[in-house]
């Protein structure tokens, strides 16, 4: 007969025969060994390049193999036998594949190595206007760098950055300002280029008084008082005894005419005084008389100019900051001996981040910068996570496949045990 031994171990049979002259027993030993387990090997074709990179994986088992599962480091997974896998990133890979038979599971790995392209690095170039200017002095700068160009730097030295191609930025205060671009391209490769603004004080409006001061012509309208001129003469007459007093009196108006040399506002006072002056008479009755002196004494106040000068304030310049690129990978931290445990690393980019906000598809969170997370069970899982910065927030998501490890389960199949038994003396 044929027998199926379900567990390794010994076992004793016996067969027992029977005759006419009556019963025979013969017994042995059945060793049922536990089944090996499969010796798990692969070959990788080609194991560097770049990216993307295309990989033939090629299984090189031994033994008794029920099923094939490969994780290829990038989050991605399969069940073939002997898969095909692209790489679109650049990194080093470690790729596994567990082979599982009767008699257990054997693990193997290799690493495959992404590359970047050779990809020429950009040349930067900018050009700005007004070249220099008085403070507060607005400038344009517009990029003329050349090459393939994935991301702009500018850093205008006064301790403001700006991450836009064409940038305008106001320079508030005087001095001399290196402003510096860096121009990154696709390979990572980078480009600078430095200029110096130069920005002056502001005007002060000086005021300067006119050299030739203007004339001003002022006419006294004034009727001076009437001065009264008394004229007295005495005579000697031939004639005896005889003398002759004449007395005349007269009137006299005077009118003067001042002219000054003043600043544009001025009082100008005068003040006069005419005195009557004596003639005498000889006795021809000849009478010469003198005209009056007029003294004139002005009195001025002199008001200056002013002048008021209000500068105006400087303008009020904003910053903007754009919103986070929001990035992120995930890797299985222990394909064979945890495949459920996921290691989620942040690759955003943006200016004065402050916090992150991870959403793992099972109901479980973190705020953690590079949070390790274990899933429960197995499936496919949409990760969202949304990065907050000085611009605002931004959110991206990508869907994680873990799998659950396998469970070993092996049927051995039991030896088939041939003897034969010999009667001696089948008589007696």
């Known amino acids: 007969p044929a027998h199926t031994y379900n567990r390794a171990g010994l076992f004793n049979v016996t067969l027992t ?8 027993n013969v017994s042995s030993q059945v060793l049922v060994n536990t089944p090996s387990a499969p010796r798990a090997a692969f070959v990788a074709s080609p194991e560097s390049g ?3 990179l295309t990989v033939q994986f090629t299984d090189q088992t031994t033994g008794n193999v029920t099923s094939y599962f490969w994780n290829f480091g990038d989050g991605q997974s399969s069940t073939q036998r002997s898969p095909s896998h692209v790489f679109q990133n650049v990194g080093t890979y470690t790729v596994f594949l567990t082979a599982s038979g009767p008699g257990g599971v054997s693990i193997i790995s290799r690493q495959i190595t992404v590359q970047s392209p050779q990809i020429p690095a950009p040349q930067a170039g900018f050009a700005f206007n007004p070249v220099s200017g008085v403070a507060p002095l607005s400038v344009q700068f517009l990029n003329r760098s050349s090459g393939n160009i994935t991301a702009y730097s500018w850093n205008f030295g006064d301790g403001s950055l700006s991450t836009i191609e064409d940038p305008t930025h106001v320079f508030t205060h005087p001095g001399t300002y290196t402003v510096t671009l860096i121009v990154t391209g696709p390979g990572g490769q980078s480009a600078a280029q430095s200029s110096l603004v130069v920005i002056a004080p502001s005007a002060t409006p000086t005021l300067t008084p006119s050299q030739v001061p203007p004339t001003a012509t002022f006419t006294n309208t004034t009727v001076p008082p009437t001065a009264t001129h008394t004229f007295t003469a005495t005579e000697t007459s031939v004639l005896p005894s005889a003398t002759l007093t004449s007395t005349a009196t007269s ?3 005077l009118l003067p005419t001042e002219t000054f040399t003043e600043t ?3 009082t100008a006072t005068s ?7 004596e003639i005498v008479v000889v006795p021809t009755n000849t009478e010469t008389a003198l005209p009056p002196t007029a003294t ?3 009195t001025e106040t ?3 100019p002013s002048a008021t000068f209000t500068e105006p304030p400087p303008p009020t310049e904003t910053a903007t900051s754009t919103p986070p690129i929001v990035n992120f990978s995930p890797t299985v931290t222990d394909p064979v001996g945890n495949p459920l445990t996921v290691a989620f690393t942040d690759l955003s980019l943006g200016e004065g981040i ?3 906000a991870w959403d793992f598809g099972d109901g479980q969170a973190s705020s953690e910068t590079n949070p390790i997370h274990t899933y429960a069970a197995g499936g496919t899982y949409t990760v969202t996570l949304t990065v907050t910065g000085a611009g605002g927030a931004s959110s991206a998501q990508q869907q994680v496949t873990v799998t659950a490890p396998p469970t070993a389960t092996f049927t051995p199949e039991a030896p088939v045990v041939n003897f034969s038994a010999i009667v001696a003396d089948p008589v007696r």
Do not use: D, H, M, Q
């Not at 025969?17 to 009556?22: A, F, H, I, K, L």
């Not at 003040?271 to 002056?277: G, H, K």
């Open 17 to 24: 025969v029977t005759g006419p002259g009556g019963t025979s």
């Open 50 to 52: 770049n990216a993307p």
């Open 251 to 253: 009137t006299e108006t």
């Open 264 to 266: 544009p506002t001025s």
């Open 271 to 277: 003040t006069e005084t005419s005195a009557p002056t």
């Open 296 to 298: 004139f004494t002005p």
């Open 302 to 304: 002199l008001i200056p």
């Open 354 to 356: 402050f916090s992150r």
